[in-house]
């Protein structure tokens, strides 16, 4: 059978129409959020590169008002290292909703597994912050970019149906597209503590 991404492209489609019509709008909604981060990101750095702007005043606050989520980003690592964490977090994320879209393997069975690894993830988070080591974060950061790609194909499983009694209804969309969300911008703060804390 044809790639389920190239399905999703054609009319022609082996799914059902509210299935297509489901993951369609899934991934539109997905698409419209990274672009507003990514967004945001651009004028992170176009505030921190332009001094005209940063000293216009009704400007200025607005790209303050506009980037006071991700400015703790930028002020702790560099440039050059969020611009390859987001390169890496565009492949890993597309590479893995491809992978999980054509497998026919069912990783939602792993939801109860992988909850209890990310609180163990919490508590080896907590002693990172106390011994402070940065071969300690950046296995902390490598572990949980592990996991949370796991958690990007199972979330992904559930929304394409691989398993009835775990699949999302085809009525919450937005919370589907929040969920990859969430997975796909943890992917990126750990693929950015990774890369920030290696350089």
Not at 73 to 85: D, M, P
Not at 125 to 140: E, H, K, P, T, V
Not at 142 to 151: A, D, E, P, R
Request: aromatic share 14%; net charge positive; with cysteine.
């Amino acid at each position: 059978p044809p790639p389920v991404w190239l399905l999703l492209l054609s009319d022609s489609s082996c799914l059902s129409d509210s299935s297509s019509w489901f993951i369609r709008k899934v991934y539109l909604t997905l698409m419209m959020q990274l672009l507003i981060t990514v967004g945001v990101i651009l004028i992170i750095f176009t505030f921190c590169c332009c001094a005209g702007l940063r000293r216009r005043v009704p400007l200025n606050y607005i790209a303050l008002g506009l980037v006071c989520p991700l400015i703790s980003i930028n002020s702790y690592f560099a440039a050059e290292a969020v611009l390859w964490a987001m390169g890496a977090t565009a492949l890993v994320s597309f590479s893995l909703s491809m992978f999980a879209m054509q497998s026919k393997w069912d990783f939602t069975a792993l939801r109860g597994c992988l909850w209890a690894f990310v609180w163990t993830l919490v508590s080896f988070g907590l002693l990172c912050a106390i011994m402070r080591s940065q071969y300690l974060n950046i296995l902390y950061a490598c572990i949980g970019t592990l996991f949370f790609s796991i958690y990007l194909v199972v979330d992904t499983h559930q929304m394409v149906g691989k398993n009835r009694k775990h699949s999302i209804s085809p009525e919450e969309y937005i919370f589907a597209a929040l969920t990859l969300y969430l997975d796909i911008f943890t992917l990126f703060l750990l693929l950015l503590e990774a890369i920030g804390m290696s350089r």
